[in-house]
């Protein structure tokens, strides 16, 4: 991707964090605009403390409690998420746009892919009868090539 169409994607993504802001009633700050940018402008699913140390090149003051709480109530209001199965810490993802998972048990790597069988899986109607879907996501989990590829 070109660093112009990168900048234009990451201002458009901002734009739309502030009008969910404003739906969900939530006041758009500077730390919450900046742990989102960071969190948007990267791929490694990155963990609170991960995050904190991208933000604080923004803004020194902030601290990890905040980063984590943002973190948090980007989740509530749905423009992040946790990363299912990696426990703790807990790493978050600000990709909203439908993809899987693959990670990697022993490097702890997390791989974006996609895959269309799994983006267009049904839902399982009455089996979950009560229920509303909000995301379905397919996660996977094994080892990835270099760690297949060094010995034990
Ligand atoms: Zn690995
Ligand atoms: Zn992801």
Known sequence: ???H??????EKKIAEFETRCRQKGLRITPQRVAVYKALVGTDTHPTAEEVHKMV?????SIS????????LTLAEIGAAFQVEGT???RRYD???ENHQHFRCISCGQIVDFHYDPY???HNPGQVLENCTILRKTVYLEGLCGECSD???
């Open 56 to 60: 604080r090149q923004d803004i020194h």
């Open 94 to 96: 600000g990709g909203l």
């Open 5 to 10: 169409e990168h900048q234009f994607d990451l």
């Open 119 to 121: 983006e267009n899986l």
């Open 87 to 89: 426990g703790q810490p």
């Open 64 to 71: 990890l409690d905040t980063v984590n709480r943002t973190l």
């Open 1 to 3: 991707m070109h660093t």
């Open 150 to 152: 060094t010995p034990a």
